[in-house]
């Protein structure tokens, strides 16, 4: 499989994105469209909708054989490759049954108070699931609600 991508082009995933920030309510949607794989990496579109602190993009994403924890930091910001702190396995409730996941935290120390973020990855291709941010201005969560990858689904 080391020169097999795990996503093919027309793969995508769909998180719902629900809390709050500030007074201000959350509640949509971030579609992840992978438009492009070739040789060495991914070209996926971010498409949010209902959420205010999302703008739609384009990135590109290396393809790095079985791992794909770059993806986390269009939800969380940082990637479980390079950042944060492994807090151990989990059992996590997903539209797709019980998965034992890995959940990573990272906390930024930041002048109006600490910002809490998790990912919680599969421990094979280090995918994210879900991720929580939580600060003094609110929580936001991110969980896996819909997509059209069978190993997501049947893992």
Same mark, same amino acid.
């Given at each position: 499989?080391?020169?097999?991508?795990?996503?093919k082009k027309g793969d995508h995933v769909i998180y719902s994105v629900i809390g709050n920030v500030g007074t201000a309510q959350v509640q949509g949607i971030m579609a992840l469209k992978v438009v492009k794989v070739k040789k060495g990496e991914y070209l996926v579109d971010v498409l949010p909708k209902g959420v205010p602190f999302l703008?739609?993009?384009?990135?590109?994403?290396p393809i790095d054989e079985m791992n794909l924890a770059d993806i986390g930091g269009v939800l969380a910001g940082w990637s479980v490759r390079?950042?944060?702190?492994?807090?151990?396995?989990?059992?996590?409730p997903t539209k797709f049954g019980d998965r034992t996941l890995v959940r !990573?935290?990272?906390?930024?120390?930041?002048?109006? =108070?600490? *910002? &809490?973020?998790?990912?919680f990855v599969d421990p094979v291709?280090?995918?994210? !699931?879900?991720?929580?941010?939580?600060?003094?201005? =609110?929580? *936001? &969560?991110f969980g896996i609600m819909e997509t059209n990858i069978a190993w997501i689904k049947e893992a």
């Open positions: 499989m080391a020169d097999e991508a795990l996503l703008k739609r993009a384009r990135l590109t994403f390079a950042d944060g702190t492994r807090m151990g396995e989990e059992v996590v !990573y935290q990272r906390i930024e120390v930041k002048d109006d =108070g600490n *910002v &809490q973020t998790e990912q291709h280090n995918f994210p !699931y879900a991720a929580r941010m939580s600060g003094s201005s =609110g929580e *936001v &969560q």
